[in-house]
């Protein structure tokens, strides 16, 4: 559990990383930054992506491949909220965002690059030997 400050340390969130996300977002955007919270599925942005994948990719294809570019918003917004305001947040919710984002992202990237015909490889080779993704590159 994480306690909360009123001053940033570099060992200790002084809030919740995703409300700052929210906040930078807001300060950016309005209202549409609701969008990018960790509990809003954005069915618009995914209908557009299906909808747009239409004519490339048969219909549940075109509907996965959106689902999967979509459901990590909250953690793609992280990442740009940190390019574009790094003082905003500590190393512990930095280290803590950078974390969360490698766990999901990529999988659904993979995912989505393979439903749309591209391989997931590892094309700068810092997979350890033997393991799934370097046996796939």
Known sequence: MVTMSNTPSDNEPDANSQEKVIAIFRELVGERASRLS???YNRDAAAAIEAALASSANHRKAHDIAFNLT???SDAAFIVAVQLFPERFSAV???DGVEGFLLYAPNHVAAAAV???YPAEDIFGVAPAGSDVAENS
């Open 38 to 40: 960790a509990s809003h």
């Open 71 to 73: 459901d990590w918003a």
């Open 93 to 95: 919710e930095i280290a």
């Open 115 to 117: 439903l749309f015909g």
